[in-house]
């Protein structure tokens, strides 16, 4: 029996999408701190999902719902649409879940991420920033995999055009670098070098790949130094076992 219409799901690919997810914490100027807002309240925040490289998440990804401390009012907030984002005031840092509802044409089930909320610096210089009421940036890279997509889904993640969002570009425009790949279809490769706003390319992956080959070199060589102690310690205490017995036999 054929599967419904809109259900049937291509076999063997898996396509992923990578997006950034974080914060921005900012302290409040307690001259300048508007007189409704409580003064217990320390910080203004921003909490956010978007596209590596503020390139666009909309075709795939629907709402995004933000749970925030209970003490909030209303403290599950759904973005419909971009920016998927939710500004506040606080004084605590807590943990936030995000929670990523994809199109309706994906027929795929929401999937959660965790994020730490941070609103003070750390670090040796973190009294240096907190002089200088540096913001708090916190984010994370992460990727969200599509396995075997129905086709509607496949269809639209692999489109040959893509919509820049409101106010990054002129209407209808096409997305350059990240986000179209030399055919004019989407692709989730990174930018070849990051920029001021995302730390995230080919050349930061490339470095941590050596980083990563370096430290398995040194873990390599710490395991052959910890074989080579140990058969001297077994030869040690064989010796010391081949003479035990000798005196056992002589007494």
């Known amino acids: 029996?054929?599967?419904?219409?809109?259900?049937?799901?291509?076999?063997?690919?898996?396509?992923?999408?990578?997006?950034?997810?974080?914060?921005?914490?900012?302290?409040?100027?307690?001259n300048k701190k508007p007189p409704d807002l409580p003064s217990?309240?320390?910080?203004?925040?921003?909490?956010?999902?978007?596209?590596?490289?503020?390139?666009?998440?909309?075709?795939?990804?629907?709402?995004?719902?933000?749970?925030?401390?209970?003490?909030?009012?209303?403290?599950?907030?759904?973005?419909?649409?971009?920016?998927?984002?939710v500004t506040e005031t606080?004084?605590?840092?807590?943990?936030?879940?995000?929670?990523l509802y994809f199109v309706p044409e994906s027929n795929e089930k929401p999937q959660t991420v965790w994020h730490a909320l941070k609103l003070h610096p750390y670090g040796p210089d973190a009294e240096q920033q907190r002089e200088r009421r540096e913001p708090i940036i916190s984010q994370n890279y992460e990727e969200v995999i599509f396995n075997e997509p129905v086709e509607q889904f496949y269809d639209i993640l692999t489109g040959a055009t893509i919509q820049t969002?409101?106010?990054?570009?002129?209407?209808?425009?096409k997305q350059s670098a990240y986000g179209k790949g030399s055919d004019g279809g989407r692709t989730a490769e990174?930018?070849?070098?990051?920029?001021?706003?995302?730390p995230y390319s080919q050349?930061?992956?490339?470095?941590?790949?050596?980083?990563?080959?370096?430290?398995?070199?040194?873990?390599?060589?710490?395991v052959k130094e910890e074989r080579v102690k140990l058969a001297e310690r077994e030869s040690k205490l064989q010796s010391l076992r081949s003479t035990e017995g000798g005196l056992v036999k002589k007494k």
Request: glycine content about 10%; cysteine-free.
């Open 165 to 173: 969002p409101k106010g990054k570009g002129s209407k209808g425009s």
């Open 190 to 198: 990174l930018p070849y070098a990051e920029s001021p706003g995302n």
């Open 203 to 222: 050349k930061t992956e490339g470095k941590e790949l050596d980083r990563m080959g370096e430290a398995i070199k040194t873990v390599e060589q710490m």
């Open 90 to 99: 606080g004084w605590g840092e807590f943990e936030i879940q995000i929670k």
């Open 1 to 30: 029996m054929p599967a419904p219409a809109g259900t049937k799901r291509v076999k063997g690919v898996s396509i992923f999408r990578p997006f950034v997810f974080g914060s921005i914490a900012r302290p409040i100027d307690p």
């Open 40 to 85: 217990e309240h320390t910080h203004q925040w921003t909490v956010w999902v978007k596209g590596v490289d503020d390139e666009d998440v909309s075709y795939w990804l629907k709402k995004v719902q933000f749970k925030l401390h209970e003490t909030y009012a209303n403290s599950l907030r759904t973005v419909e649409g971009p920016p998927f984002e």
